[in-house]
T-cell receptor
Framework: QKEVEQNSGPLSVPEGAIASLNCTYSDRGSQSFFWYRQYSGKSPELIMFIYSNGDKEDGRFTAQLNKASQYVSLLIRDSQPSDSATYLCAPNQGGKLIFGQGTELSVKP | DTEVTQTPKHLVMGMTNKKSLKCEQHMGHRAMYWYKQKAKKPPELMFVYSYEKLSINESVPSRFSPECPNSSLLNLHLHALQPEDSALYLC???????????????FGSGTRLTVV
């Protein structure tokens, strides 16, 4: 069983729509969760961090965490073509980030 | 300074060569990491240093040898690599290993390694 699971995509949404990215994890001890964006050929860039159950909003991004369901998600509102990238979910498991496979997002103009 | 600097950006080496990758940060972070990333795959953790001591080695072959000379610098020494070791090698740092701060892990731009 994979430790961190994400739909690999590609997820295609039209410009201006809401993109919804999902992630499940197996380690119940995970306390903090990170979403990274990675453009092709570039290194991962941190876009959101969430620690508590519920929602956390930052600009067009909203992270949602449900520890009971071992589920974390990222919503991107008003998606832009520049949001086209791979989004990596990474729970902090015992002091190390374990990355999911990533979801490739494509925003069509 | 909020950057992690990795050098070189690209490296081509033969299977009998010895080379080193360098990573530097001046953010006062006390945890540093090496990750390996193959094409279309997520980053895979290789090593974790906490307060300049090796705290995690994810069963990495001995042809990869990490070194942390001081709190700002992390090296990865390479020897007798195989073509399948060709990948993007990423260095990251964080305030501490718990990573519970809002800053998470900061990644460098990586070294693209090709073993021929």
């Amino acid at each position: 069983q994979k430790e961190v699971e994400q739909n690999s995509g590609p997820l295609s949404v039209p410009e201006g729509a809401i993109a919804s990215l999902n992630c499940t994890y197996s380690d119940r001890g995970s306390q903090s969760f990170f979403w990274y964006r990675q453009y092709s050929g570039k290194s991962p860039e941190l876009i959101m961090f969430i620690y508590s159950n519920g929602d956390k909003e930052d600009g067009r991004f909203t992270a949602q965490l449900n520890k009971a369901s071992q589920y974390v998600s990222l919503l991107i509102r008003d998606s832009q073509p520049s949001d086209s990238a791979t989004y990596l979910c990474a729970p902090n498991q015992g002091g190390k980030l374990i990355f999911g496979q990533g979801t490739e997002l494509s925003v069509k103009p | 300074d909020t950057e992690v600097t990795q050098t070189p950006k690209h490296l081509v080496m033969g299977m009998t060569n010895k080379k080193s990758l360098k990573c530097e940060q001046h953010m006062g972070h006390r945890a540093m990491y090496w990750y390996k990333q193959k094409a279309k795959k997520p980053p895979e953790l290789m090593f974790v240093y906490s307060y300049e001591k090796l705290s995690i080695n994810e069963s990495v072959p001995s042809r990869f040898s990490p070194e942390c000379p001081n709190s700002s610098l992390l090296n990865l020494h390479l020897h007798a690599l195989q073509p399948e070791d060709s990948a993007l090698y990423l260095c990251a740092s964080s305030q501490d290993r718990r990573g519970t701060s809002n800053y998470g892990y900061t990644f460098g731009s990586g070294t693209r390694l090709t073993v021929v």
